[in-house]
C-alpha cells in the first residue's frame, strides 16, 4: 500500500482539494473575528495545540505503545480540527462561527505544529532509522496544506457564487476520501491489524473521549458559554484525520503511523454524535425544568 502511486501521489492530490474546498469556505473576515471573541478562540486553540499533544504523550507512555504507532497518535494528536466540527457544531446548537474561526487558525498553524510535534515524537520515541521529516517533506506538508487553502480563500473573494456551488461537492469528496483511506489503511495493514487494534485502540478511544470532554468542560471552566463550549468541543475532539493519514501514508511512508488516525476517525464520529445528544438532552431538561418552576412562581403568585 505504501508504494501505490495512488497513496504518493492520488492522496496528496486529493487531500489539496479537500483544504482548496475548505478555503472556499472560509473569508479574512473568519480570521478579524478573532479579534471579537480572543478568550473563546485562545481557550480552544490552547487545548488544541498544547493539551491534547500532552494527553496523547501520557497515553503513549501510560499503554506503552511501539514507536511507529507512538509517532502516530501525535502526528494524530497534531492535527488540527476538522470541517466536519461545523456540521455537528450546527446539529447540537453549537457557535459555528467560532468554528469557522477555529478551522481557519487551524489550518494556518498546522503547518507548522505538525512537523514539529511529529519531529518531536520521531526523535523521542527513537523510530528516525525508519522516519524523516527533513526540510522537503516539511515544505510538502505545508504546500498540501496551506497553500490550496489561500488558493480556495482567493477564488472565494473572485467569485462568491462558484465558491458556494462547490462547497457541497467538495464536503461529500471530503468524506469519500477519508473514508477511503482509512480502510485502505485498515486493510493494507489486515495482517497486523488485530495486533494494532489491541495495542491502539484502547489508546486512540480514550484519546476522542478525553479530546471531547476537555474541549467542553475546558470551555465551561473558564466561563464560556454553552454554545461556545458546544464548539470548543467538536473542534477539538474531532480532527482532520485525512490530513493526519496523508503525512503518515505518503510523506512518512508508513502505513503503521497511520493506524491511530484511521481507527480515530471512526470513534470520532461515533463519540462526537453520543457526547452531543447527551449534553443538548441535559441542556433541554434544564430548560423545561426552569420553565416548570416559572410557571410555579407564576401560579403561586396569582394564589
Not at 489550518?107 to 514539529?116: D, E, H, M, Q
Not at 441535559?282 to 416559572?294: I, L, P, Y
Amino acid at each position: 500500500m505504501d508504494d501505490s502511486a495512488l497513496i504518493t501521489t492520488g492522496l496528496p492530490i486529493a487531500l489539496a482539494v479537500i483544504m482548496f474546498g475548505l478555503g472556499l469556505s472560509l473569508t479574512i473576515d473568519d480570521f478579524r473575528r478573532v479579534t471579537r471573541s480572543p478568550r473563546a478562540v485562545v481557550v480552544a486553540l490552547v487545548l488544541q495545540i498544547f493539551v491534547l499533544p500532552l494527553i496523547a504523550f501520557g497515553l503513549i507512555k501510560a499503554f506503552d505503545l511501539d514507536p511507529l504507532l507512538a509517532v502516530g497518535v501525535m502526528l494524530l494528536a497534531a492535527s488540527p480540527g476538522g470541517t466536519t466540527a461545523n456540521l455537528f457544531s450546527h446539529l447540537f446548537r453549537g457557535d459555528v462561527a467560532l468554528n469557522i474561526t477555529l478551522t481557519a487558525v487551524n489550518s494556518v498553524l498546522a503547518a507548522v505544529t505538525i512537523p514539529v510535534i511529529t519531529n518531536f515524537a520521531i526523535a523521542y520515541f527513537d523510530a528516525e532509522g525508519e522516519l524523516g521529516l527533513q526540510f522537503a517533506k516539511v515544505a510538502q506538508v505545508v504546500a498540501i496544506v496551506l497553500i490550496p487553502v489561500a488558493i480556495g480563500m482567493y477564488v472565494r473573494h473572485r467569485s462568491t457564487q462558484f465558491a458556494e456551488r462547490a462547497d457541497r461537492p467538495v464536503r461529500i469528496f471530503s468524506i469519500a476520501v477519508l473514508v477511503v483511506v482509512s480502510l485502505g489503511a485498515l486493510l493494507g495493514e489486515r495482517e497486523n491489524i488485530g495486533e494494532y487494534l489491541q495495542k491502539v485502540g484502547l489508546v486512540t478511544g480514550i484519546f476522542c473521549l478525553v479530546s471531547i470532554t476537555i474541549g467542553y468542560a475546558g470551555a465551561r471552566l473558564l466561563r464560556l458559554n454553552e454554545q461556545q463550549a458546544i464548539a470548543s468541543s467538536m473542534e477539538v475532539g474531532i480532527h482532520n484525520t485525512t490530513v493526519a493519514l496523508t503525512v503518515a501514508l505518503s510523506v512518512l511512508d508508513s502505513a503503521e503511523v497511520a493506524i491511530p488516525s484511521a481507527v480515530y476517525s471512526v470513534f470520532m464520529y461515533i463519540f462526537a454524535t453520543a457526547f452531543g445528544y447527551l449534553i443538548t438532552s441535559k441542556h433541554r431538561r434544564s430548560e423545561n425544568t426552569q420553565a416548570v418552576d416559572t410557571k410555579a412562581d407564576r401560579t403561586t403568585d396569582k394564589l
